[in-house]
C-alpha cells in the first residue's frame, strides 16, 4: 500500500498514518475507486443493470461511479459490499485506533492481498467532523469559535437525508428541491 498525502482524523483525533485512496466530490482517486467498485461487481458476476437494481441505483449513476465522475455516499458502501459479496468493512476502528472509512479487499489482489483502505470526503460528512468538536480545516475562512454548526443529530440526518437523495430520481429530487425552497423562503 502507498502512504496517503493525506491524515485522515481518526475516532480519537489523531491522524491516520496512511490511506491508499481518498474519494468525493473534485478528488483525483475517483477513478481508481470505481475501478475498484468494477472489479468487485464483476467478481460477483453481476452485470450493470443488475448490480443496478440489487443496490437501487440507475445503470447510469452506477455507470458514472464506475467510471469516477460520481462516488457513491459512505453510508451506502454496506449495501454495496453486501450485494457485491465483497470482503470488507465499513468505519471501523482498526486495532492501532484509527478510523477507517472503508476497508476493502481488491479481487486482483486474491485471498492474501492487502485491504485497501479508502478515505470519503464530503460537505455533509466535514459538517458532522466540526459538530463532533473537530478542529475546522485550515483553509477555511471562519474560525472555530464563531462556527455553531449542526447538532450531531442534524447532521445524522442531513446524511441519512443525502444518502436517500441519491437514490431519489429526478420527479422526486424536483419535488424536494421545490418543498425546501418554499420552506427557505
Do not use: C
Not at 452485470?47 to 461511479?65: P, V
Not at 469559535?145 to 429526478?170: F, N, Q
Amino acid at each position: 500500500m502507498d502512504d496517503g498525502d493525506r491524515q485522515p482524523e481518526t475516532s480519537i483525533g489523531a491522524p491516520s498514518p496512511f490511506v491508499d485512496m481518498v474519494v468525493g466530490p473534485g478528488e483525483s482517486d475517483n477513478s481508481r475507486f470505481g475501478e475498484l467498485l468494477e472489479r468487485l461487481r464483476w467478481k460477483a458476476g453481476l452485470s450493470r443493470a443488475d448490480a443496478a437494481t440489487k443496490l437501487g441505483f440507475s445503470s447510469e449513476y452506477l455507470r458514472l461511479i464506475e467510471v469516477g465522475k460520481r462516488t457513491p455516499a459512505l453510508g451506502q458502501m454496506r449495501n454495496l459490499l453486501r450485494v457485491y459479496g465483497a470482503k470488507g468493512a465499513v468505519e471501523q476502528i482498526s486495532p492501532q485506533g484509527y478510523r477507517q472509512d472503508l476497508l476493502v479487499f481488491d479481487p486482483l489482489d486474491g485471498d492474501h492481498g492487502d485491504p485497501v483502505i479508502i478515505e470519503f470526503t464530503s460537505r455533509i460528512r466535514e459538517a458532522r467532523r466540526r459538530a463532533l468538536g473537530a478542529p475546522p480545516d485550515e483553509d477555511e475562512d471562519w474560525e472555530q469559535a464563531d462556527y455553531e454548526g449542526p447538532t450531531e443529530s442534524r447532521a445524522t440526518e442531513l446524511g441519512l437525508v443525502v444518502s436517500l437523495l441519491t437514490r431519489a430520481d429526478d420527479s422526486t429530487l424536483r419535488k424536494v428541491r421545490k418543498l425546501l425552497e418554499d420552506r427557505a423562503r
